[in-house]
């Protein structure tokens, strides 16, 4: 088995404005919120709320209490309370932990870069069906997060950076 196996995938779909405004509305709403309530904050977004509890969780930034309600970690507060550029540094600590973005990293520190070409095979790895829907939630979570980007040619993927 390969270590990816063991590891959480980001969905396709799970933009970071998403997880980072579900740590807000939790911030907004309590100490612990029922997940019901997160759910009327969110609206339209509500099928989507199992899977940002999931990555939020992943990411070590909220945990599910006993009877069920959702409650901010100790990173997760730091989040909400933090900077931009420390909100940047604290996600990426923990970013790793998540693929396909180990992968991206491990890949990107081997070979300095990525083609597009094998950029779009790792993501086909985990998201054999929306591909570009994942490349470009992939592509807006390592920019924001510092870690890589797309080159104005559209050819290579690079590092930001020191990742």
Same mark, same amino acid.
């Given at each position: 088995? %390969? =270590?990816?196996?063991?590891?959480? $995938?980001?969905?396709?779909?799970?933009?970071l404005?998403l997880v /980072? @405004? +579900?740590?807000?509305?939790?911030?907004?709403?309590?100490?612990?919120?029922?997940?019901?309530?997160?759910?009327?904050?969110?609206?339209?977004?509500?099928?989507?709320?199992?899977?940002?509890?999931?990555?939020? %969780? =992943?990411?070590?930034?909220?945990? $599910?209490?006993e009877?069920?309600?959702?409650?901010?970690?100790? /990173? @997760? +507060?730091?989040?909400?309370?933090?900077?931009?550029?420390?909100?940047?540094?604290?996600?990426r600590?923990?970013?790793?932990?998540?693929?396909?973005?180990?992968?991206?990293?491990?890949?990107?520190?081997?070979?300095?870069?990525?083609?597009?070409?094998?950029?779009?095979?790792?993501?086909?790895?985990?998201?054999?069906?929306?591909?570009?829907?994942?490349?470009?939630?992939?592509?807006?979570?390592?920019?924001?997060?510092?870690?890589?980007?797309?080159?104005?040619?559209?050819?290579?993927?690079?590092p930001?950076?020191?990742?």
């Amino acid at each position: 088995m %390969s =270590s990816s196996e063991h590891s959480y $995938v980001l969905p396709y779909n799970a933009q970071l404005d998403l997880v /980072l @405004g +579900l740590l807000e509305a939790i911030h907004s709403l309590g100490d612990s919120v029922d997940p019901m309530n997160l759910g009327d904050l969110l609206g339209e977004q509500i099928d989507m709320l199992p899977h940002i509890i999931d990555v939020a %969780s =992943s990411l070590r930034l909220v945990e $599910v209490v006993e009877n069920g309600n959702i409650k901010l970690t100790q /990173l @997760g +507060l730091e989040i909400v309370k933090g900077h931009v550029r420390h909100v940047k540094s604290k996600l990426r600590e923990v970013i790793d932990n998540i693929e396909p973005f180990k992968t991206i990293i491990n890949e990107l520190k081997a070979k300095k870069r990525l083609r597009v070409e094998e950029f779009i095979d790792i993501i086909t790895r985990f998201y054999p069906r929306n591909t570009q829907e994942a490349m470009n939630t992939l592509l807006q979570w390592g920019a924001f997060l510092g870690l890589f980007k797309m080159s104005s040619d559209d050819k290579y993927i690079y590092p930001i950076g020191k990742i």
